[in-house]
């Protein structure tokens, strides 16, 4: 199991670094092109920044939505399958916790 956890860890880290890494080379390129004097190619470096971070902010979002929706899902089957009285536990364990720190 914490093999995966790593593997999980080590994957979301190369992604989002790709994700958010191409648009600071894209950045890069036509900064290139500006002190070049190539003008075609900066249209083209704009272009390119503009669509990869148009994907990564895709890719922000989906994240967010996701990370509610397990929320959502966790504490409608924690709602179904807990009885009044074990919430009530959890709920004055979960306030005891609170005021401890």
């Known amino acids: ?29 036509a900064v290139t092109s500006i002190i070049q004097l190539k003008f075609s190619q900066m249209t083209i470096c704009i272009i390119g920044c503009g669509l990869a971070s148009v994907n990564l902010l895709g890719y922000i979002r989906c994240e967010k939505n996701h990370k509610s929706a397990i929320k959502g899902f966790l504490m409608k ?18 306030a005891q916790e609170a005021f401890k720190g």
Do not use: H
């Open 1 to 29: 199991m914490g093999e995966s956890r790593e593997t999980n860890k080590t994957d979301s880290f190369v992604f989002w670094g790709g994700c958010y890494a191409v648009p600071v080379m894209w950045v890069l390129f």
């Open 77 to 94: 089957t924690a709602v179904k399958n807990i009885s009044q009285d074990q919430m009530a536990k959890i709920g004055t364990m979960a």
